[in-house]
């Protein structure tokens, strides 16, 4: 994996739109994540031609991409938000311009896609940390969340990765502007769910379970069965919440393609466990994200007896979030029950 450059205050950071193009719809919350990028983080962004244009073209999105890795002034390239349409262009992307000019990427879930195609050109990115989500979190940016933010943009080496103190699930409705400043409602969180007493280190793959699912159903191209013996598989489900079946049955995919029984370990982000069509009460959502964790081990378990299993973790479509170094490298302590990756 190459190493990537750490940004450094007035640093210019390109806004694309690699999926949906949510800037089109809210506009006030993307002014909003631009003004947290100037204010919290010090750095400059710049706004790409398609990132606020609904009817983009898959090649304007391919364009855009390669535009902002290929542009010198530009040091890191963070997404606005995901959505369900890099499987059909991400695989056609050329290599070389990427390969040549390596920089953190920032985004998660349909974004797996992406990140998936610059791990297999050797380049690690930041599976987290989107515009919308994230940096336009309503009243203020989570103090959990703008740590390891900062950690992905400015530091190096090994940072311990710890659990947060509370969560939430679901967001305020983008098209309400007076909601830009209430806080969310937040949940006291239980913790990380440790499973198997061994340790593991290894490369952090992995993504959204839906995406994944995609890449595996359309046979795009993910790493080698010998790659994976040196990776640590990082999944969680997007806002669609799966039922534990569909969860079973994709890590049952991995375990039959021979995955499973070669990964050096398995985190899980917390479960999302309601949205605005699909409210549920707490004990509900606690129900349904303890039936994902126990048919996920179960399913690991029938390939794999011996590898550290943690669920429950603060990535993906949960906040706060930590952003994965996806790519680097990850390092489970078992017996202390601890965490490090490689920022």
Not at 132 to 145: I, R, V, W
Not at 194 to 215: A, P, Q, T
Not at 318 to 341: C, L, V
Request: overall charge negative; aromatic content about 10%.
């Amino acid at each position: 994996m190459k190493k990537l450059a750490k940004l450094k205050t007035g640093d210019k950071v390109a806004i694309i739109s690699p999926s949906f193009a949510a800037s089109a719809v809210w506009p006030h919350v993307h002014e909003l994540g631009l003004k947290r990028i100037r204010e919290v983080f010090e750095l400059e962004p710049v706004m790409y031609p398609i990132t606020a244009k609904l009817d983009a073209t898959l090649a304007e999105k391919a364009n855009d991409l390669v535009a902002a890795f290929s542009d010198p002034e530009i040091k890191a390239v963070i997404s606005t938000l995901g959505g369900d349409i890099q499987v059909t262009y991400i695989k056609n992307l050329p290599s070389e311009p990427f390969i040549n000019n390596p920089k953190p990427f920032f985004g998660y879930s349909d974004n797996s896609h992406f990140a998936n195609f610059l791990f297999l050109n050797g380049i690690p990115s930041f599976y987290g940390a989107a515009l919308f989500t994230q940096f336009a979190h309503q009243k203020e940016m989570n103090p959990y969340t703008v740590k390891y933010i900062k950690h992905a943009l400015f530091d190096e080496g090994e940072i311990e990765l710890v659990a947060s103190e509370s969560f939430n699930d679901i967001g305020l409705d983008w098209g309400d502007k007076s909601l830009l400043d209430k806080e969310r409602d937040y949940e006291v969180n239980e913790g990380w769910s440790w499973d198997g007493c061994k340790n593991g280190e290894g490369l952090l793959w992995g993504g959204c379970v839906e995406s994944v699912d995609e890449m595996l159903r359309h046979a795009v191209q993910i790493p080698s069965l010998e790659q994976f013996e040196d990776i640590v598989l990082m999944m969680e489900t997007s806002e669609e919440i799966p039922s534990a079946d569909y969860v079973m049955r994709f890590f049952r995919a991995l375990g039959e393609r021979g995955t499973l029984e070669r990964v050096k370990g398995v985190c899980v982000g917390r479960a999302k466990a309601r949205e605005f069509n699909k409210p549920r009460n707490p004990e509900d959502r606690a129900a349904y994200r303890k039936e994902q964790q126990e048919i996920i081990v179960k399913t690991v378990r029938a390939y794999n007896k011996d590898i550290p299993i943690v669920q429950n973790m603060d990535f993906g479509h949960t906040e706060p979030q930590i952003p994965m170094p996806y790519g680097n490298k990850i390092r489970i302590d078992s017996e202390n029950k601890q965490m490090f990756a490689q920022f």
